[in-house]
């Protein structure tokens, strides 16, 4: 699955988290996300590349190198060639997928862009900063026209996601709490965690829900709250693949594998 290892490919149908032989990394891997095609896998690790690996191969097709560190990435769901990266310099920018060229980059937000995402028509952003709000940005970026709601988390946000056709949205932050949104903004049902919650995501089906805690535990949820698998010694991000049948894992040693749900 994904990465090549020495004698070729390696597939793992586990109740745990395997990986292959050997890191595509030399840094910490901080985030995963799935091409809403499916078949293109992007990570971002700590020396601020981002990777575009191709799912059924294993082989990285691409890679871009940001001016800052990637807090978040987002692939537009209007155009699968835009994506969209939020810095640690308090600047989102977009990149052309295709060829990694930079179309174009926000004024810097008041806090560190801690987490980013389209809006379903592909004509705006939001952006999750570090005290707990969200920004909504027009796309291309119009400063004047940005605008910041009320914090929607009680500390720094660290994950958001949202389903392709804008209907359900996800938060999570460093209050050990997941929230479900619809559409407009109105809350749904939350979820709770032991821990910070580090990483979370919907899958694209927006049946299911994975996070990842300060506890290095991940959690699969459905979306009405019924837990349906808890693996332990996960540290780094996931992504849930595009059918929603399993999930990419990227570990400690900066290799990446992958849990059936």
Known sequence: FFFQAEDGIRDYKVTGVQTCALPIYDAEIQKLRMHPAGALLLSVGANKTVRIHD???????????????????????????????AGDDKIVRVFNLADGAAVGASEPFAQPATAVTFTADGKGLL????????????FPFQPELAIRPAPVQDGALTAFSRAADGSLILTAGEDKTIRLWNGAGEPIRAFALFAPVRIAV????????????????????????????????????????????????????????????
């Open 55 to 85: 799912v059924a191969s294993g082989n990285a097709v691409r890679a871009l190198v940001s001016p800052a560190a990637v807090l978040d990435l987002a692939v537009s769901p209007a155009d699968a060639n835009l994506l969209a990266v």
């Open 127 to 138: 952006v999750g900063q570090a005290d707990g709000s969200v920004s909504l940005a027009a």
């Open 202 to 261: 919907l899958s694209p089906n927006k049946q299911m829900v994975a996070a990842v805690g300060g506890n290095n535990e991940l959690r699969v949820w459905n979306v009405n709250g019924q837990e349906l698998k808890v693996l332990p010694n996960v540290a780094g991000p996931v992504a849930f693949s595009a059918d929603g049948k399993w999930i990419a894992v990227a570990g400690s040693d900066n290799k990446i594998g992958r849990a059936h749900v």
